[in-house]
Structure formats: structure tokens, C-alpha cells
């Protein structure tokens, strides 16, 4: 059972608890470059605005594509965030273009899915990669999604497997803005 | 082609262009009585919070649920806001149960179209009303989504009609909380 949305802040600045090992633009505009980043519920008290760097919010909502059987699936073999192994993480905000907004539910579901497979290959580097989806369309944000992945070290190469093939999908054409960031903790 | 989500206000107090008719709680908590009730985009100077009354927030977002096919359909037939006969208006604050937001989206789906006939009702009924959805679920506002329909005085036994259909599908039994407010101006 979900409850109401809940509201996060990634704020990158000089503290926090992970650090920014690399920063890289895949399409557009970049962000400003910054040492550290937390991230926490936005209404913590823990993140402030003042750090000199960048925020952004997303929130978890709910699910937007994914079906009954796919979600027992995913359900039964993800794990969560916070694992005490899982010294890496990346942050991957991503902005799609008007166009596929534009698309009726069937035809996103169809693109999503049936031809680029994102829930079927993000299956496949379950459970090493954990990761958690924050939506921020709808919040004015200057992305539509914030994806954060937590991983091991030794899962490194798997991840950036991962990555590879949902970049050469179909889906990622309407990707109008990416920026790949990288952490450790 | 969808532009950027965009948000708008209803705010209930003492003016507007919209007289209150009638507020009645259809399930759960009512909001405050109110003579006037005006609605703009939430960046207009029009809006006040001063007016004593409540505000409420939603915006026009991408379609959740219907097809491509049942776009078209709709896309066909629907009249815009804003006609000059369509003197009646009803806005209609509904929020739904977490064992709804719960459920992965073909379970969703299947309740709102393939049971419920959501879209087949509502275009039985176009042109005569013409309606706008606004989404504020994930804007932690107190509904998940603001229901505003227009229509001119000759048709409000057809509105009704509609209303009283969808009360009536599989899909309303997740409907924890629903004000049905009516206006004319």
C-alpha cells in the first residue's frame, strides 16, 4: 500500500554524505559542479538552501507504466536504498521532450515496454543495482525524473551495462536533457 | 503537442466571476461555505489569498489513462472552456484511496476504462459539457485531482446524467473524499 507522495531534496553544495566523484552531460544543459550532495526528505531539516551549490525535488509517486505482474516481479527480487555495501550511487535527472508527453498512455506504455524493454533490462541487473524513481514534472522542476541507483563497487561494470542499453533504446530519443552523476560514500 | 505542466488556482472567498450555487459533500469532509469562486492560472495577479475563503491547486498535466484511439475521439467532439453560453459550471475536488494509487497501472486502467467506461461515458455527453482535469495529488494539495465542467443551463439535466453514471462505476468505489460544488455565472 502507498501512502500520500513523498517529497525529496537532492542538494549539492560542500557537504552532505556522498560525494561527487564526476559529474557529465549526456544531452544539454549541464549543472554547476559541486563536491558533495545529500539527500534526504525535503521537509528534513538536514538540507539547507544555503550550501552554494544546486537542489533539486522529486517526489515518489505512483506507479506510472508498469503491470500487475511486472511489479511482483520487480517487488520480489529489488532491494532497498541504504545497504551498508552499496558504497556507490549515481544521480541521473532526466528531462523528456514535448513530444512524448504528448503521447496517449498505450503509446508511451508501447515505447516504455514492448520496445525498449526498460522494466525487463532493469530486471536483469536486479538485485545488485537498487535504485528508486522521484517524479518532478509536475513540480516546475527543470527535470521530469530524478533516478537514483545505489550499488556496490565490485557491481560497477554491471551498472554501466545497465546504463548502456536503456541509452540505446527507443524510450531515450525523447531524452531532451540527461546528466549522469556519480557518487561514493 | 503538451507544453509544460500548468498550474491553476481556485480560490473561494468573496469574488470572482463565478457565483457558488450549491456545495455538497458527496463522501467525506466538506470545505468552508463560499459566495464567489474564481479560477485562473495559479501565476495570475487575479488570485488572491486574502479572500478569506479557500484556494485550491491543480494542473493540466499528460493524459494517464485514455489511448491513442480514445484521444482522437475526444479530440473530435470536445468543446473548449470558456463558451459564452455555457453560463452553469461544477468543480468537483476528489481524492482517491491509497488501495488505488496501490495498484500497478493495467490494474488501474482495466477499473477506469474496461469496467468503469470512464472515457466511453463522458463523450456520450460531449459536446454538450466540456471539462478540464487538473492534477494535484503530487502537489500535496488536500484531493488528487479537481474536476471542472461547463455547460450551458439547457444542459444541466445531461450533466447530471453523467454525473450520477460515474458515481456509479467500479472506479468511484476508491472515492474517499468528493465536494461537488456548482456555480453559474
Known amino acids: 500500500m502507498t501512502t500520500a507522495p513523498s517529497l525529496f531534496?537532492?542538494?549539492?553544495?560542500?557537504?552532505?554524505?556522498?560525494?561527487?566523484?564526476?559529474?557529465?552531460?549526456?544531452?544539454?544543459?549541464?549543472?554547476?559542479?559541486?563536491?558533495?550532495?545529500?539527500?534526504?526528505?525535503?521537509?528534513?531539516?538536514?538540507?539547507?538552501?544555503?550550501?552554494?551549490?544546486?537542489?533539486l525535488q522529486g517526489l515518489i509517486s505512483n506507479i506510472r507504466y508498469a503491470t500487475s505482474s511486472e511489479l511482483t516481479s520487480l517487488r520480489r527480487v529489488q532491494e532497498p536504498l541504504g545497504r551498508p555495501a552499496a558504497r556507490c550511487a549515481a544521480l541521473i535527472p532526466i528531462r523528456k521532450s514535448a513530444a512524448w508527453w504528448a503521447l496517449a498512455q498505450d503509446e508511451r506504455r508501447a515505447i516504455f515496454e514492448e520496445t525498449s524493454h526498460h522494466t525487463a533490462v532493469g530486471l536483469a541487473y536486479l538485485p545488485a543495482v537498487s535504485r528508486q524513481l522521484f517524479h518532478c514534472r509536475d513540480l516546475g522542476e527543470p527535470f521530469d525524473f530524478l533516478t537514483w541507483f545505489e550499488y556496490a563497487p565490485e557491481d560497477a561494470s554491471a551498472f554501466e551495462a545497465l546504463v548502456a542499453k536503456l541509452r540505446q533504446t527507443a524510450e531515450w530519443t525523447y531524452v531532451e536533457r540527461e546528466i549522469d552523476i556519480r557518487l561514493d560514500r
Open 9 to 55: 531534496a537532492f542538494a549539492a553544495g560542500n557537504e552532505g554524505t556522498w560525494r561527487i566523484r564526476s559529474m557529465a552531460p549526456v544531452i544539454g544543459d549541464m549543472l554547476a559542479p559541486a563536491e558533495r550532495l545529500s539527500m534526504a526528505p525535503a521537509s528534513s531539516a538536514q538540507i539547507g538552501d544555503g550550501c552554494g551549490g544546486w537542489r
